[in-house]
Structures are given as C-alpha cells and as structure tokens.
C-alpha cells in the first residue's frame, strides 16, 4: 500500500506565501507523476500543477508566475511553492500520485492524500 502524507497548509494574509509538502511512502519502485490539485468550497477539483519523474512540469493558468512545483525523485516527495496568495487561492489542496509502480504488485496506480486546507484572507 502508498501513503501520500500533505503538510504545510495553513492560513495566509493576501500577498503571502504557503510551502506545500508531500511524502509517498510504502513499496513503490517509481512514480511517473506527482502533482497537486485544489478543490475550492462548492466547486471541482483541479489541477494546480504536475512534475513528472523527468522534471517537466506543467501548471494551471492560475498559477502561472505565482506557484512553483518541484520534485524530490530520490525522497518520493513533491513541493508546491505559493507566492502572492489570492482569496481565490483558497482551497483544500490535494497531492496526487500518478503511474505509481510498486515492487510487489503489478500495474500502474494512482493515489491521493487526504489534502491540506489552504485558506487566504482579503
């Protein structure tokens, strides 16, 4: 089994910064793609940004030139760097764990974490 572990939400002022942590644990002999999503009250999830297992990351037009994805390959762990918070910002973000192999068992999975509330005040 994998353990997705989210850290690093919180409560913000407009205009600040949030670091996002988030560990998988377990049997895993690789993971293709780590990524974080957000689901604001009353609305879907989306997708905040992904890394894959080669560095290349891919962000949400929102978070553009504001938010910062990287990757820890070796310690299974992804981070999301927030800068200049907006209340629309406000959200529970989630940490997802795509094309996760394990060394007991076969295929291909996804995980989830439990998300980590982020709220930003006016």
């Known amino acids: 089994q994998v353990q997705l572990v989210e850290s690093g939400g919180g409560l913000v002022q407009a205009g600040g910064s949030l670091s996002l942590s988030c560990a998988a644990s377990?049997?895993?002999?690789?993971?293709?793609?780590m990524g974080w999503y957000r689901q604001p009250p009353g609305k879907q999830r989306e997708l905040v940004a992904s890394?894959?297992?080669?560095?290349?990351?891919n962000y949400a037009d929102s978070a553009k030139g504001r938010f910062t994805i990287s990757r820890d390959n070796a310690k299974n762990t992804v981070y999301l760097q927030m800068n200049s918070l907006k209340p629309d910002d406000t959200a529970v973000y989630y940490c997802?764990?795509?094309?996760?192999?394990?060394?007991?068992?076969?295929?291909?999975?996804?995980?989830w974490g439990q998300g980590t509330q982020v709220t930003v005040s006016s």
């Open positions: 997802q764990a795509d094309g996760v192999r394990q060394r007991s068992v076969m295929g291909y999975w996804t995980y």
């Open positions: 377990g049997s895993i002999f690789s993971i293709n793609i």
């Open positions: 890394v894959s297992s080669g560095g290349t990351s």
